[in-house]
């Protein structure tokens, strides 16, 4: 198991505060990254539930900006982070399509929104791994 996603699950579990998607997946990388958390949560406070205007999924955008505090910012790593969500998810990117496709299937939002934080935490430290940013 990995540390990052454990924190992510701790993160998806705790009720009051919420932590948003975006959060969700930042803040387990923060000291990787060399922000504080108050500053993860501050930098993600607008980015969950798709930019609160559903558009592109949190936990995407919050995989992508982390990959860019650690010094990730090519387009073809974000590219291939974009296809690989996309891949998982019908093509779909957006988070109203996202939790459209969950609903269709008669499946519950907070479960579907953890498994997106939980998707973008593994593909983000697997970049991270291969760019040999996280060693442990």
Request: hydrophobic share 45%; proline share 4%.
């Amino acid at each position: 198991m990995s540390a990052y996603l454990d924190r992510a699950r701790e993160l998806r579990a705790i009720v009051t505060p919420h932590y948003n998607c975006a959060q969700s997946v930042i803040l387990p990388f923060v000291s990787l990254c060399g922000i504080t958390e108050e500053e993860g949560l501050r930098l993600a406070a607008n980015l969950g539930g798709g930019m609160r205007i559903a558009a592109t999924c949190g936990a995407f955008v919050g995989a992508v900006i982390t990959l860019g505090l650690c010094g990730v910012d090519d387009p073809p790593t974000v590219q291939l982070l974009a296809r690989r969500i996309r891949e998982n998810h019908s093509g779909a990117i957006d988070c109203a399509a996202l939790l459209k496709m969950n609903a269709d299937r008669g499946l519950e939002k907070k479960p579907h929104c953890d498994a997106m934080v939980f998707e973008a935490v593994t593909l983000t430290e697997e970049i991270l791994r291969q760019r040999g940013i996280i060693s442990d």
